[in-house]
């Protein structure tokens, strides 16, 4: 069981097929973003145990989209956000490879775009290029992307800058906006 918002409990699916945002990390990002959740847009890419998509509804976003390769992990998902959500807010999950899932949702737009694939994959600069080629970000929106620093370095992208970065131990999350 995990906690979120509201000492929500949540369900997580048993084993390491997924790895939940930690805590820390999950309340330092809702803390960075405070005030501009509600009645958002959010992509939760890389959906994992759906935490922080269900942080998000918590705490009033007006619509959350996940994508999650995993099968098993999207029974756990669904029941979450079901929990959490209310009769105003909508939700949708898309099973599949993310690269592969992306595209259909083309020129959608998202104020908030949370992505944290597995640290060792090489998913990071290939999502970044098609949420730019796909027109996902919206023009006040941002980015926050969760990595090993040993792993990964996030790439200058055209049009985006990074705004901020913060260290919680190995994992870093870096910002980008327009």
């Known amino acids: 069981m995990l906690r979120i918002y509201g000492k929500r409990q949540l369900k997580t699916l048993p084993g ?3 790895r939940p945002t930690s805590a820390r990390v999950r309340e330092a990002i809702f803390n960075i ?15 994992g145990t759906g935490s ?3 942080e998000a509804l918590c705490r009033g976003a007006k619509l959350v989209v996940g994508i999650e390769k995993f099968q098993s992990a999207c029974g756990i998902i669904k029941q979450n956000w079901q929990q959490v959500a209310s009769s105003e807010q909508t939700w949708e999950l ?11 949702l083309n020129e959608q737009q ?15 600069n290939p999502v970044l290029e098609a949420i730019t080629r796909y027109k996902l970000l919206d ?9 090993n620093p040993k ?28």
């Open 52 to 54: 922080m998509g269900a």
């Open 139 to 147: 023009r006040d929106g941002e980015i926050a992307v969760e990595h």
């Open 33 to 47: 973003w405070q005030g501009k959740i509600t009645d958002c847009r959010w992509l939760d890419l890389c959906t």
């Open 94 to 104: 898309l099973q599949g490879d993310v690269l592969q899932q992306l595209p259909k």
């Open 151 to 178: 792993l990964w370095t996030p790439p200058q992208i055209p049009d985006w800058e990074i705004c901020r970065q913060k260290v919680y131990g190995n994992t870093t999350v870096s910002f980008y906006s327009y």
């Open 16 to 18: 390491k097929q997924t």
């Open 110 to 124: 998202f104020d908030r775009i949370y992505f944290d694939p597995p640290y060792a994959s090489d998913l990071y």
